[in-house]
């Protein structure tokens, strides 16, 4: 069986979900695919129920931080029966060198987001000083 790119993403999907939740045991530690399908590590068909998570804004940031925990809003989103996050990608992110070297709270200070980023600071404060393309490889 030949794991892929897709595997990888999917296994960070999948541990964002199970990050500080109880339900991470019955999570696969492991996606790969086998022809078309995706399949956990004793080669079972996975089916997956995903949900957007919007971080293509222009803060390039998911949103919802400011507000809760990212495992509070993981178990959330497990709890609703999905096993799955797609994040939105910002793609200018990655296209306008301006951005490379941006922080988290660079980012959301030259938007005047002073309220988000200070909600930011309580909930998730591991990600403030984070560069924004290292803030979407958190964990």
């Not at 797609?86 to 200070?109: D, E, G, H, K």
Request: proline share 5%; net charge positive.
């Amino acid at each position: 069986m030949r794991r892929s790119p897709l595997a990888a993403c999917l296994a960070l999907a999948v541990a964002l979900l199970a990050c500080g939740h109880e339900r991470a045991a019955a999570v696969p530690a492991a996606l790969s695919t086998a022809s078309r399908w995706v399949v956990d590590e004793s080669g079972s068909r996975v089916k997956l129920a995903c949900v957007n998570w919007p971080s293509h804004l222009e803060p390039m940031l998911a949103e919802g931080l400011g507000k809760q925990p990212v495992g509070a809003i993981a178990g959330d989103v497990a709890a609703m029966g999905f096993n799955c996050v797609r994040l939105t990608w910002p793609t200018f992110m990655v296209t306008n060198a301006s951005y490379s070297s941006l922080t988290v709270a660079q980012s959301f200070q030259r938007l005047n987001l002073t309220e988000s980023l200070a909600g930011i600071r309580v909930n998730n404060p591991g990600l403030v000083d984070l560069k924004l393309i290292d803030a979407f490889k958190a964990r």
